[in-house]
């Protein structure tokens, strides 16, 4: 009995390790292909978020927290290697770049996780059928990454970020509360609808393995 006990959970073990593995390769090809967002009209959501969420609903707070940390270490890295006029707000190995730069990219994308996977245990206590503690996970990770890394830069950058973007000072914070309606939205709705879907898939997959 013991045995068979050890022997489940390090097939568990393996599982989750698998997933981990899986999940943040599809953080690393998102971030650096075309495949990172997808046309939402005018705009282009971001879906590097994505995995992170869907892995933090089916492997919990703690390795919710793990695949942020890969997003944000990413996000970091594609900043550095190929850097935009305002990539030194995540990454510290650019002109005007500092410490502050690595919070932004790296805690936020944590947060996600954690947040995401938060909600979808406490919704999951009412919703059995876990499609409303999906959307809910979907919707709540996505909106944190929106509103701490904008939130991250207006209070660390906002002086710097105005002048690198051509805007007077007073006006930052209303560009960057523009950006969380016209960008953040559509990706959050992008996130929970996805999320939901992909969680539900491996859910059923990982039933029938069972």
Avoid: C
Wanted: hydrophobic content about 55%; charged content about 10%; glycine content about 10%.
């Amino acid at each position: 009995m013991v045995n068979a006990q050890g022997a489940v959970r390090r097939l568990d073990k393996t599982r989750r390790t698998v997933m981990l593995s899986l999940f943040s390769a599809i953080i690393i090809v998102l971030a650096f292909t075309p495949l990172g967002s997808i046309p939402v009209g005018p705009i282009d959501a971001t879906t590097i978020h994505i995995p992170v969420i869907v892995g933090a609903i089916l492997l919990g707070p703690w390795d919710g927290l793990f695949l942020g940390g890969v997003m944000g270490i990413v996000s970091l890295v594609h900043n550095t290697v190929m850097p935009l006029p305002t990539s030194f707000v995540f990454s510290p190995f650019l002109p005007f770049g500092s410490w502050k730069s690595a919070v932004i990219a790296i805690v936020p994308r944590m947060l996600i996780g954690l947040v995401a996977a938060l909600v979808f245990r406490l919704v999951s206590r009412w919703d059995k059928t876990k499609l409303g503690a999906g959307i809910a996970a979907g919707l709540a990770g996505s909106i944190t990454n929106t509103v701490f890394v904008l939130g991250g830069i207006y209070w660390l950058f906002g002086d710097l970020y105005a002048a690198k973007m051509n805007l007077a000072v007073s006006t930052i914070g209303k560009v960057l509360m523009g950006v969380v309606v016209t960008n953040g939205v559509p990706e959050a709705i992008v996130a929970a609808i996805i999320s939901t879907a992909v969680a539900k898939a491996l859910f059923s997959a990982s039933k029938r393995l069972h």
